[in-house]
């Protein structure tokens, strides 16, 4: 099935927001608290205007109230990010080497022990900045004109995120990405989607980052696998249950809400949920159909194997790599890694290839239906 219904954030909503953060700048003084929140969401808001209009200078602008913003304030998440903002601004959108090289230099100064710096170094070595450019760019006349509906696997964590770590030292980076390699097999052998991955190696991968690769490759469908976990009663908790984004969460998802948004915790705050409302607009209504498409489908692919798979419901809550998507879009927690049960399924290969084929079975059932 094809999304051509459009209730996501269009560059309307974000020249909106553009103005008021404009005007909110204005408004906090420099030194004054809260300051560099508003810096920084205001680049983000020139960057979204920029990515959706042809014109260019949204983005200049963006890149450089990101280093701005870096220059101005103490070391900080918000520092660290906005250099690496930059970055991608300056080498990928903008074509800018000599700019981002001084980004480079300026994170190995200010935060020499950044996670960025490593991410940065993959970059260059697996993917040159110009290919990815071109992998990525597509426009509306290719978009029709492709036979295939695109979907995009989304590992969960990796490098220095492990996730979740469950009995025997199980790792949640670890187990997303064999499994999502397995359904990129399993769906290039069924021929029903093209297929990528945000990410195929152990490499730390900012949240902000999957979701504009799924938005730039136009894609029809965002599943972003994950692992559960219960530390506190580990005994209780077990089974598989799928989510789609909401600015609200129930009772329960706010421990997994919360692990699942770890690495960028110290973003959050009143003005990420402002922003957030913004990101979903239309994301649960259209993702919703999705997410009991793959659970039920999922559930009666088991029944006969591996004494069923045991179901824990189709829930809601404000997952940070969910918001922003312009597709329909799940988060798939597979299976508790802190359940004895679970966990000695997790760590059957065979048990992660039968979960891979039921996985992309749903996701060719969904396409089709
Ligand atoms: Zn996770």
Request: with cysteine; net charge neutral.
């Amino acid at each position: 099935m094809r999304n051509t219904d459009h209730g996501f954030a269009r560059r309307d909503d974000w020249n909106a927001l553009k103005s008021d953060f404009d005007r909110l700048f204005l408004q906090v003084k420099q030194g004054e608290h809260g300051r560099d929140r508003v810096q920084y969401f205001r680049a983000v808001t020139y960057k979204e205007v920029g990515l959706r209009s042809p014109n260019v200078s949204f983005l200049h602008d963006a890149a450089n109230q990101f280093v701005a913003l870096a220059r101005e304030i103490r070391p900080s998440q918000f520092g660290e990010e906005s250099l690496y903002q930059a970055y991608l601004l300056y080498s990928d959108k903008l074509s800018l080497a000599k700019e981002a090289d001084v980004v480079v230099q300026e994170l190995k100064r200010r935060y020499p022990k950044s996670r960025y710096l490593y991410v940065l170094e993959s970059k260059r070595q697996i993917t040159p900045p110009r290919i990815l450019r071109a992998q990525f760019a597509e426009n509306a006349s290719q978009k029709a004109a492709r036979k295939l509906p695109v979907v995009v696997l989304d590992p969960g964590h990796g490098g220095e995120d492990d996730g979740a770590v469950g009995i025997g030292g199980l790792k949640e980076k670890n187990l997303t990405l064999s499994i999502a390699h397995e359904t990129e097999k399993v769906l290039q052998g069924l021929g029903c989607a093209q297929v990528h991955l945000t990410r195929s190696f152990d490499t730390f991968l900012p949240l902000f980052e999957r979701s504009e690769k799924a938005n730039a490759l136009h894609a029809d469908l965002f599943v972003s696998i994950h692992l559960n976990a219960d530390d506190h009663f580990p005994l209780k908790s077990q089974g598989m249950e799928i989510y789609t984004v909401s600015r609200e969460a129930s009772p329960e998802a706010l421990g997994i809400v919360s692990r699942e948004n770890a690495s960028i915790d110290d973003l959050g705050g009143g003005l990420q949920s402002f922003l957030a409302e913004l990101y979903q607009r239309g994301a649960s209504a259209v993702s919703e159909p999705a997410a009991r498409k793959l659970y039920n489908n999922m559930r009666s692919l088991f029944l006969s194997k591996w004494g069923g798979l045991r179901g824990r419901g189709v829930k809601q809550g404000p997952f940070y790599v969910l918001m922003g998507l312009e597709m329909p879009a799940v988060l798939l927690e597979v299976l508790f890694v802190t359940h004895p049960e679970d966990a000695m399924k997790l760590s059957n290969p065979q048990f992660r290839s039968d979960v891979a084929t039921a996985l992309a079975e749903s996701i060719c059932e969904y396409f089709e239906q």
